[in-house]
T-cell receptor
Framework: AQSVTQLGSHVSVSEGALVLLRCNYS??????LFWYVQYPNQGLQLLLK??????LVKGINGFEAEFKKSETSFHLTKPSAHMSDAAEYFC?????????????FGTGTQQKVEL | DAGVTQSPTHLIKTRGQHVTLRCSPI?????VSWYQQVLGQGPQFIFQ???????GRGNFPDRFSARQFPNYSSELNVNALLLGDSALYLC??????????????FGPGTRLLVL
């Protein structure tokens, strides 16, 4: 069964510092992996996704993630944090349900950005 | 282009009541999925519908039901509401079903409070 684990429920960085949000997955088949961001009282917005091909995936707002099969990881990074990056971030893996598919989410990481 | 829309945005019900939540997918999208997000947790999969047929069901009781209409909009129904049903209910749409590579686009959600 596919699952994801996000290390650190709350993370704080200074504005301008590196953002690093960790995600490890478990999958018996080649995974499709996603990062979503959720701002307060809003739905989820896709940041980036990995399906096949290039293992370094670039997304919106300067975020990128690297799929590392040997480490079963899909960590999210951004070189320089901005105050607007304060939000909750969810890693997800696509699970095939036989007749369809679904996303299985991690528990989320609340990212705080300080001046 | 309009994104995924959901109604109502907020809802307050009492235990034992019934609730209907509505979702309109992005134009051209044929697949709709429903997720429940309890405060402080990641979204949990409830249902997926494609071409008006149920294609996946999460680990939720039979009090939860859904359907998809010919115009691909969808309703989620919850009977005999419990306090634990209080959550943000998210609807996501995607263009197709097969393959699982398609991005699921989320709506802003309906926040349900059960008193």
């Amino acid at each position: 069964a596919q699952s994801v684990t996000q290390l650190g429920s709350h993370v704080s960085v200074s504005e301008g510092a590196l953002v690093l949000l960790r995600c490890n997955y478990s999958s018996s088949v080649p995974p499709y992996l996603f990062w979503y961001v959720q701002y307060p009282n809003q739905g989820l917005q896709l940041l980036l996704k990995y399906t096949t091909g290039a293992t370094l995936v670039k997304g919106i707002n300067g975020f990128e993630a690297e799929f590392k099969k040997s480490e079963t990881s899909f960590h999210l990074t951004k070189p320089s944090a901005h105050m607007s990056d304060a939000a909750e971030y969810f890693c997800a893996v696509r699970v095939f349900t036989g007749g369809g598919n679904k996303l299985t989410f991690g528990t989320g990481t609340q990212q705080k950005v300080e001046l | 282009d309009a994104g995924v829309t959901q109604s109502p945005t907020h809802l307050i019900k009492t235990r034992g009541q019934h609730v209907t939540l509505r979702c309109s997918p992005i134009s051209g999208h044929k697949s709709v999925s429903w997720y429940q997000q309890v405060l402080g947790q990641g979204p949990q999969f409830i249902f997926q519908y494609y071409e008006k047929e149920e294609r996946g069901r999460g680990n939720f009781p039979d009090r939860f039901s859904a359907r998809q209409f010919p115009n691909y909009s969808s309703e989620l129904n919850v009977n005999a509401l419990l306090l634990g049903d209080s959550a943000l209910y998210l609807c996501a749409s995607s263009l197709e079903l097969a393959g699982g590579r398609e991005t699921q686009y989320f709506g802003p959600g309906t926040r349900l409070l059960v008193l």
